[in-house]
Structures are given as C-alpha cells and as structure tokens.
Nanobody, 126 residues
C-alpha cells in the first residue's frame, strides 16, 4: 500500500524552528518528486517546497525561501522540511505528496500530486 506519513508538527513560538518528516512506504521515493504543501484555515492549499528524489533539485515558494530547507534521505525513504524563523503566518496543516519527476520551477499544479499524507499541524504563536 502506497502511503506518505507526515510527522514533527507542533506548537512553537515566533522565531522558533521545527523539522517535519515525510516518510513513504509501499514504494521507492527515489523515482519521484516529493512536495510539501500547507493549508491555513479558510485558505487554499499552497505549495511550500519540492525536491527531486533522484538528483536532489529543490524548489521553494518565495515566502519561505531562506527560512525553510527541504532535504532527503533516500535510504530512509524520507523527506524533511527544516523550518526556521517561523512566523504566525506559517501556521497551517502541512502535507506531503508525490508526483512524477521533476519539480516545477515555477508553480506546481496540485492535481499533479497524489498519495497525500494526513497532514501535521504547525502552530506558531506566543
């Protein structure tokens, strides 16, 4: 069974950090691109970052560039999202999903992604 599971969310103060994990099972992530997305209450789901699991190419949404870092561990079938300098506007449910390689350097099309995880809540608040 193909599955992606997110973990690592939580409550953090503004300026703090969190590391999210996205672990795949039932398939080899090495042949895919994995994207991180987020959805805040009342807003549409939006792309955060994407990584090509074969060559490591990364793409970031402008608002997280320089604060978030996506990385991969193919041996563990896992993708990470290191989030630093978190702000209240980063509060959302964070999801990972897969699509055929490569990542789109401009804007991802959400419908290209599948096998969505259940999400992990990130709350940035003092």
């Amino acid at each position: 069974q193909v599955q992606l599971v997110e973990s690592g969310g939580g409550l953090v103060q503004p300026g703090g950090s969190l590391r999210l994990s996205c672990t795949g099972s039932g398939f080899n992530l090495s042949y895919w691109a994995i994207g991180w997305f987020r959805q805040a209450p009342g807003k549409e789901r939006e792309e955060v970052s994407c990584i090509d699991m074969r060559d490591g190419t990364t793409v970031y949404k402008h608002s997280v560039q320089g604060r978030f870092t996506i990385s991969r561990d193919n041996a563990k079938n896992t993708v990470y999202l290191q989030m630093n300098s978190l702000a209240p506007e980063d509060t959302a449910i964070y999801y990972c999903a897969r699509k055929f390689r490569p990542c789109n350097p401009v804007d991802e099309v959400l419908s290209d992604f599948g096998s969505w995880g259940q999400g992990t809540q990130v709350t940035v608040s003092s």
